[in-house]
């Protein structure tokens, strides 16, 4: 890491993530005066934790979590089940913990609609509840059309895998079937769009599982992009592991993908010739998730605008929004950054609902990336208000080095799967 070192990083880490630093020892302590209904939709990576910290932090707080599953499949990790590292129970976390050991009453149902002026949210199956504060953290939805012919029912021949679940183990069933010398096409999207490194991870995880099981297949990379998250490391790894099975099509050269053609499993990009492939994971363009545009809190953009102070949208006065959905920018859309925005959101509320002033947020983000099950490379940064929003602490965090020995990568390989086990127990233990 530049100018830390890996031990002060995660100690910085440790001290940041704790609610007693963001949230600060005065609101600890008189927080928990706090009364009201607390309305929190969606228990992924920025709902849940924001529902458990507000539960520690003000107790006297009825809290109640709406998500429609009744179980979360973490996106991150799920390119190591596509490269057969894990099965998908490994990512696969419930909701007894926020419930019996925290006080979060969780409802599993689907929000339809909110009305900011009544201050109530309408369920799939018939219920309203009112609240007194809403967060809303839905992740994404796909923006579906927006590369011609890719709907719904073209993401069960071509899926796009960038929510998991079943379409995870779609994709992984479609790399078990096709053949040896078979050609796989990734297409990544535009920034900005959920996890800038994934679609690279993905590409990596995929070639370790190819070149054990069927060594003579490819992997193109059609981006819509010109660079990418982490990108001469990436370059570097799939040297290293993969020489000659991984390559990469810039939106200069042809890389950005305009329309799909299921039945023939071909592609068309914006300039240059269609390619056909045996495989094809097709990631487009993303927005806020739907209840978000339903409440109009996206105002005329794809993402909701916030204070990033306190993430109460400036469309909605009294409805935050964290996580992927929020523009909060320059924080990346990922679990870490959605969880570390959760943690400041229920210090804001906390404060705003015992009558104290919101303490000076502290926010986080690392992403650890493997590009095989033995070489990991990361990216973390901290972030405090600037003058016109949250902005980057200089010298905090950084990439991996470039020049690292094998030690080095196989290191943060383990500190990866430390990352996922300490996060999501976290969250949801
Ligand atoms: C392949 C891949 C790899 C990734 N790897 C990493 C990684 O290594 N590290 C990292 O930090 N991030 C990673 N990410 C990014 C991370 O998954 C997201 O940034 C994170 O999930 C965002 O959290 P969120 O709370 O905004 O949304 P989510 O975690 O998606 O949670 C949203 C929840 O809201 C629920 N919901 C939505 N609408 C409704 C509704 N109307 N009613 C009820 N419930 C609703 C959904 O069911 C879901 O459970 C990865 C993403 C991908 C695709």
């Not at 960038?162 to 790399?175: D, F, I, M, Y």
């Not at 590409?203 to 297949?217: D, E, M, T, V």
């Not at 070489?375 to 901290?382: F, K, T």
Request: with cysteine; charged share 20%.
């Amino acid at each position: 890491m530049r100018n830390l070192t890996r031990r002060n990083f995660v100690r910085m880490l440790g001290t940041v993530g704790a609610a007693s630093s963001v949230l600060g020892w005065p609101l600890v302590s008189l927080a928990g005066k706090a009364t009201g209904r607390v309305v929190i939709v969606g228990g992924g990576f920025g709902g849940a934790s924001c529902a458990k910290y507000l539960s520690r932090l003000a107790p006297g707080l009825e809290i109640t979590l709406v998500e429609r599953d009744s179980k979360f499949i973490t996106c991150p990790f799920s390119n190591a089940v596509l490269g057969g590292l894990y099965d998908i129970d490994f990512i696969t976390h419930g909701y007894d913990a926020l419930q019996k050991a925290h006080g979060v009453k969780v409802v599993h149902d689907s929000a339809t609609a909110i009305d900011p002026g009544a201050k109530t949210i309408s369920l799939a199956g018939g219920s309203t509840l009112p609240y007194d504060r809403l967060v809303v953290s839905p992740g994404i939805d796909i923006q579906w059309g927006a590369i011609d012919g890719y709907d719904q029912a073209a993401s069960k021949v071509m899926p796009h895998a960038w929510k998991a679940g079943s379409q995870t183990l779609l994709l992984r069933k479609q790399l078990e079937d096709m053949p040896d010398g078979g050609v796989v096409i990734i297409a990544a999207p535009r920034n900005p769009f959920r996890c800038p490194p994934g679609p690279y991870e993905r590409a990596s995880l995929i070639a370790h599982y190819l070149k054990q099981a069927k060594p003579r297949s490819k992997i193109l990379i059609y981006d819509a992009k010109d660079k990418f998250s982490k990108q001469p490391l990436f370059e570097q790894g799939w040297q290293a592991l993969y020489p000659g099975m991984i390559e990469w099509i810039s939106e200069s050269e042809g890389g950005a993908i305009e329309s799909v053609d299921i039945a023939n499993m071909t592609v068309h990009p914006t300039f240059g010739d269609p390619q056909k492939a045996d495989v094809v994971n097709l990631i487009p363009p993303q927005k806020a998730g739907a209840i978000a545009h339903a409440a109009g809190l996206n105002g005329d953009g794809a993402w909701c605008p916030v204070n990033q102070r306190t993430f109460e949208s400036t469309v909605h006065p009294g409805i935050h929004v964290i996580g992927d959905a929020a523009v909060a920018n320059p924080m990346p859309k990922s679990g870490f950054a959605a969880s570390s925005q959760g943690k400041v959101c229920a210090a804001a509320i906390a404060a705003d609902l015992s009558g104290q002033d919101m303490p000076e947020p502290s926010y986080v983000n690392t992403c650890y990336s493997l590009v095989g099950p033995d070489y990991g490379i990361s990216v973390a940064m901290v972030y405090r208000m600037g003058e016109s929003g949250i902005a980057a602490v200089q010298g905090a965090g950084g990439v991996s080095p470039k020049d690292a020995d094998h030690a080095f990568r196989k290191a943060e390989a383990r500190y990866s799967v430390g990352w996922y086990q300490s996060i999501t127990s976290d969250i949801w233990a």
